[in-house]
């Protein structure tokens, strides 16, 4: 099977999915895909490392799902615009909030907006449903302007978790079920897009049955400890975020 029919049938897939959880699902982490206390613990570490905005300054939350982000962008007195392929996600997110947020039926890879007319771009719950981040990365560089802010996360390939899920689901023929994501490979694609001013953050998330333990990782030495020793970071993290700014457009990259 070649990489063009094994892509399109691993994001085929993912689409079902997406539609199936928002039809099915009416709690913001379900239509997600998310466990609560995963969604849970994703958004209150964006809320802990975000440095604020211009007010008025217009987001796009690209793969928004229900709205989680948007709503919370919206109240901090930014401009949304929410954006996922499900049509169904988008119904929801807009019985939540039916007035202040725009919402847009659309792919993150082929947003329908201009050039350089956002001042930040989201891209939450995203990347582990694409065959390859490239085109996702190159596409918000086209629709921010320079200085623009981008937050993009990830399930992380470095980590314990991702060795053991791949090493699983080879060991019994399975398809790649989630994509995990190299953070070096991601801040690369960023760099080549255009971004710099990049920071990584590393995020573990226990499973639901261990949340007692995932205020110990949320401690402020234990992330101290995670960005002084990246190595103890990358094995233990299930996930990561990247912060970077645009610097200039892609058009203007050599690679």
């Not at 892509?7 to 913001?28: I, P």
């Not at 007195?77 to 929410?82: D, K, N, Q, T, Y």
Request: proline share 5%; charged share 25%; glycine share 8%.
């Amino acid at each position: 099977m070649s990489d063009d029919i094994r892509r399109k049938s691993f994001e085929k897939r993912w689409q079902g999915r997406f539609a199936e959880f928002a039809t099915l699902r009416d709690d913001d982490a379900g239509i997600a895909g998310w466990s609560d206390s995963g969604l849970q613990t994703r958004f209150r570490y964006f809320t802990s490392l975000w440095q604020g905005a211009d007010a008025g300054a217009l987001y796009i939350d690209a793969g928004c799902g229900a709205g989680t982000y948007s709503r919370w962008l919206s109240n901090a007195g930014l401009r949304v615009i929410g954006v996922d392929y499900s049509l169904p996600a988008l119904v929801k997110a807009k019985q939540r909030e039916p007035n202040r947020i725009a919402y847009c039926a659309a792919d993150a890879s082929h947003l329908p907006f201009p050039d350089n007319c956002a001042d930040g771009l989201l891209c939450f719950g995203v990347l582990q449903a694409v065959w390859d981040s490239a085109p996702f990365m190159k596409e918000a560089a086209r629709v921010l302007k320079p200085g623009g802010t981008l937050w993009v996360d990830a399930l992380n390939a470095s980590g314990l978790r991702a060795m053991w899920d791949n090493t699983m689901r080879r060991i019994r023929g399975k398809p790649m079920h989630l994509r995990y994501e190299s953070p070096r490979k991601l801040i690369a694609t960023l760099r080549n897009a255009g971004f710099g001013d990049l920071s990584r953050h590393w995020l573990p998330i226990m499973p639901a049955r261990l949340q007692r333990l995932q205020a110990v990782c949320e401690y402020s030495v234990t992330q101290e400890v995670l960005k002084a020793i990246p190595p103890v970071g990358a094995l233990i993290s299930h996930s990561f975020v990247v912060r970077a700014v645009l610097e200039k457009k892609q058009n203007a990259v050599t690679t």
